[in-house]
T-cell receptor
């Protein structure tokens, strides 16, 4: 299966610290997307990185992609309590017609 | 104005019952999806419709029947509910079947938490 695997499963940090989450996948991809899910809510699209890109920034988010290792990381800098959520990677894999999501990393940012 | 809205938000029902979940999007998107999120937060695609036509039907029991009366609506009907159907069901939409994957991503509803007792 193409299912992505995020690690860690859970991450607990203090406000102001940086949070790094990783995603690994199995087959070749066209792009990889990151989503955030607040408790009791749907997923919200954060950022997309294409297979020919190595790094992308959006505000306090930095995403990297290493296609040789089939992995991506999401860095949230200067975290805030409002960043508390689950974060999912989703791959647009070659041969698949919908996005395939991982199991997510649960991030807890304490004030 | 909610972009993708699902009703109901919570659904508690007994085994063997039949229930429906409704989804509507006001984004003008062509493609809609149903995902099931289990207790471990794993999201699995169930169905996808493009402009009212079924394009993806993953290995889902035929007790689950999606219906799309128009491209803004995708409802999910479940017959003979079983304990294992308990999960959160998410409706999502994308501009079209390609741009959701390639560009703008999917827009999700807030989910319907189904509990079968």
């Amino acid at each position: 299966s193409q299912q992505g695997e995020e690690d860690p499963q859970a991450l607990s940090i203090q406000e102001g610290e940086n949070a790094t989450m990783n995603c690994s996948y199995k087959t070749s991809i066209n792009n990889l997307q990151w989503y955030r899910q607040n408790s009791g809510r749907g997923l919200v699209h954060l950022i997309l990185i294409r297979s020919n890109e190595r790094e992308k920034h959006s505000g306090r988010l930095r995403v990297t992609l290493d296609t040789s290792k089939k992995s991506s990381s999401l860095l949230i800098t200067a975290s805030r309590a409002a960043d508390t959520a689950s974060y999912f990677c989703a791959t647009d894999a070659q041969g698949y017609s919908t996005l395939t999501f991982g199991k997510g990393t649960m991030l807890l940012v304490s004030p | 104005d909610t972009a993708v809205s699902q009703t109901p938000k919570y659904l508690v029902t007994q085994m063997g019952n039949d229930k429906s979940i409704k989804c509507e999007q006001n984004l003008g998107h062509d493609t809609m999806y149903w995902y099931k999120q289990d207790s471990k937060k794993f999201l699995k695609i169930m169905f996808s419709y493009n402009n009212k036509e079924l394009i993806i039907n993953e290995t889902v029991p035929n007790r689950f029947s999606p219906k799309s009366p128009d491209k803004a609506h995708l409802n999910l009907h479940i017959n003979s509910l079983e304990l294992g159907d308990s999960a959160v069901y998410f409706c999502a939409s994308s501009q079209d079947r390609d741009r959701g994957r390639l560009g703008s991503g999917y827009t999700f509803g807030s989910g319907t938490r189904l509990t079968v007792v």
